[in-house]
């Protein structure tokens, strides 16, 4: 008797043993993130735990139990830190508790954003439009959601390119330009901006760094004469790109004068609003970005200020037709029908570089729904008294220094305390700050301004309290004296 071939799938062969596991997965979660406050923010991982991830490719079934136990005991433990209330490094967002659940149910249906007639595109539609509102950009500013602001300042910069373009150059390359594009932006703007333009085939060299005034603002007259001096020496101004909150000291440079500039020199007019474009929702502070509505393109993060869980940006741009022509390829497999799943206007692959997209869009639909953007609005508010509230205990301690004026919520500041030259200083707050880490007390990064090495707090972090400000003044009047008194 010939046997029927077995078939199998990846679903549980017990479903309720893991339904009762993902109940108490749940419950892990939850846990983790509500003693969050109890645990250091940051300790590192054990040899005998990094020794685990060295194992043989597991070639037979280990169980989904014995898995999840695994990141139990080896990898929830270990964690950045950046969910903790005394997280201020580089510049990040805590994530939430919905959030989270977010992106499991977008897992759970796991649809293929690339395009396709399926609701979860509404979704993602909706979700871009409301960024699109937040910064106020006019109703035809289409747009798509990325990996975070990187690939948004990107997708913004390689749609400048190709408008200003004097030959075909999809077809053709930048080798085809009759002259060559230079773009600007001030010493401040993020390193991400550099990367497009190189992998744009620009060259950094295409790539203007205008000085900054003394608040790290981009001088606006001396970009003026760049913009005046590079076409003297025939080459062709393309984009400006102004930062709505810089990473070294969180900077807006003067949004609205730079877009008047753009439209007299009928240049592109590009923010990288990463850190700052979503202040246009605190109600008491978001003067500092106005003019940002008046871009030709916006790069956003959700990530960060928003908390939407890694990963999550989104690319704005102004001209939809200039961006689809950027990106859209139609070839005869992914042709649109007119009716049925493969129908639908715009598929969101034609706006960007990836075909396979998750369902990011989900978690922020939910969490824009959970909050209202209202109270976005008030927790930016909140951080940006905080970072005010910080910056005065600096000030108000003579063995610490404020490095730099604080316009949002970027604190960067040093411990002095009786003096000593740069060299001496910058050593001793590089341990300072490497000691702070492993406390597990508190995690602010670190920036060098003006050849002076700073500790630097972002705070962006919807669980920062006032009394953590005095935890980390504390910690670092206790650790800067402790070096002094050694050195
Ligand atoms: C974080 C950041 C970026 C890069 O964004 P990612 O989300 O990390 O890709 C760009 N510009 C600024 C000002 C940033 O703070």
Known sequence: ???EPVEESLDPEDWPQLRALAHRAVDDALDYLQQVRDRKVWQ?????????????????????????????????????????????????????????????LAATVNPNMGGGNHVA???ETQVVD????????????????????????FVALAVARNQASTTD?????????????????????????????????????SFRKVAVDDSYRIDTEVLSRAIAADRDAGAQPCA??????????????????????????KLWFHVDGAIGAVVALAPN??????????????????????????EAGCALVRDRQAHRATFSLTPDYLKHAQRGLASGADWFSDYGLQLTR?????????SFKEHGLDKYGRLIDQNISQARRLAELVREEPELELMAPVCLNIVCFRFRGTGGTQAQLNTLNEELLIRLHESGVAVPSYTTLSGNYCLRAALANHRTRAADLSVLIEAVLRGGRELARQA
Not at 81 to 100: D, E, K
Not at 241 to 265: F, Q, S, Y
Request: aromatic fraction near 10%; glycine fraction near 10%; include cysteine.
């Open 121 to 123: 595109n509404e979704v």
């Open 358 to 366: 998750g369902f990011r869009a989900l978690k922020v639909w939910l």
């Open 1 to 3: 008797m010939k046997s």
């Open 169 to 205: 150059v999809r077809a053709c390359g930048v080798a085809s330009l009759a002259k060559p594009l230079v773009f600007y932006a001030s010493t401040e703007a993020h390193s991400c901006l550099q990367k497009a333009l190189e992998l744009l085939g620009h060259g950094s060299r």
């Open 130 to 153: 409301w960024c699109r509102q937040i910064v106020g950009m006019p109703p035809e500013t289409g747009g798509l959601l990325v990996s975070g602001a990187s690939m948004a300042n």
């Open 285 to 310: 502070h978001r003067q500092l970005v106005q003019g940002i509505e008046k871009a030709d393109s916006v790069a956003l993060d959700l990530h960060k200020w928003l908390h939407i869980p890694f």
């Open 44 to 104: 590192p991982t054990p040899p005998e735990v990094l020794a685990r991830f060295h194992a043989p490719l597991p070639h037979g079934p280990q169980g989904a139990a014995a898995a999840y136990q695994d990141f139990r005991d080896w990898v929830m433990p270990w964690q950045m830190g950046n969910t903790h209330p005394r997280f201020w490094g580089w510049y990040m967002g805590n994530g939430t508790a919905f959030g989270a659940l977010g992106d499991f």
């Open 240 to 265: 400006v790109i102004g930062n709505a909150g810089t990473i070294n000291t969180g900077a807006v440079d003067d949004l609205a004068k730079l877009a008047a500039i753009c439209r007299r020199e």
